[in-house]
């Protein structure tokens, strides 16, 4: 299990009344840790996770994440996928939700050949948000950024007083599409250029009761 650290690159930008929902994070620090994770786009030791030092965000970053086709790829490459458990330990008198999911990394897709990620997210017992998809179509060579936002009004909050892990899936798949896999390689990662992916979920407060 790894411990959060205090860092960030992202803070939340969405501008909220006072009295509203996402109106002010929490004075205290608050901490996250990874209870389990699973998924063959994040072994064991490669995915870790930090708070921003106003509590408006967290990050999750990878480091061998990683879906590729074609020229060195095995079969099972073309999807690659993680699933994140986390105990996000919130100060009491408050809940959370996540208002928006910023994603980045890396794209190299021949010709022909193109990729999708997609993401969902959700507390422990309760249902799961829809999956949102982003695709990307060769020929590129690029980092690549997608944001999923969610309407204030429709933000999922953890229920007040109990504790509800919460729980982040993400996929990468890359299609060979009509390009060459014989003489070509096509590739998508969550990494950046210093070999860690930064993907930051911006969290909405609110008070309880």
Not at 13 to 38: F, K, L, M, R, Y
Not at 116 to 133: D, L, R, V
């Amino acid at each position: 299990m790894l411990n959060a650290v205090a860092a960030a690159l992202l803070a939340s930008s969405i501008i909220i009344p006072p009295g509203a929902p996402n109106e002010t994070p929490p004075p205290d620090h608050i901490t996250i840790d990874i209870v389990t994770i699973n998924g063959s786009g994040c072994p064991a030791g490669t995915a870790a996770v930090a708070v921003s030092e106003d509590n408006k965000a967290f990050t999750v970053t990878y480091s061998d994440y990683l879906a590729q086709v074609g020229v060195g790829a095995k079969p099972t490459d073309l999807r690659k996928n993680c699933q994140l458990n986390l105990r996000v330990n919130v100060p009491q008198g408050f809940t959370y939700g996540i208002a928006q999911a910023d994603y980045r990394g890396f794209a190299h897709l021949e010709r022909g050949a193109y990729a999708i990620e997609k993401a969902n997210y959700y507390f422990q017992g309760m249902s799961q948000t829809e999956s949102i998809s982003h695709r990307y179509n060769g020929p590129v060579s690029d980092d690549w950024q997608a944001t999923d936002t969610t309407e204030v009004a429709a933000i999922v909050y953890s229920p007040c007083g109990e504790q509800r892990n919460f729980n982040i899936n993400t996929e990468l798949r890359v299609y060979a599409g009509t390009s060459n896999t014989a003489t070509t390689t096509s590739f998508i990662t969550m990494d950046s250029t210093d070999g860690n992916l930064e993907t930051t979920y911006h969290f909405a407060w609110k008070t309880c009761p």
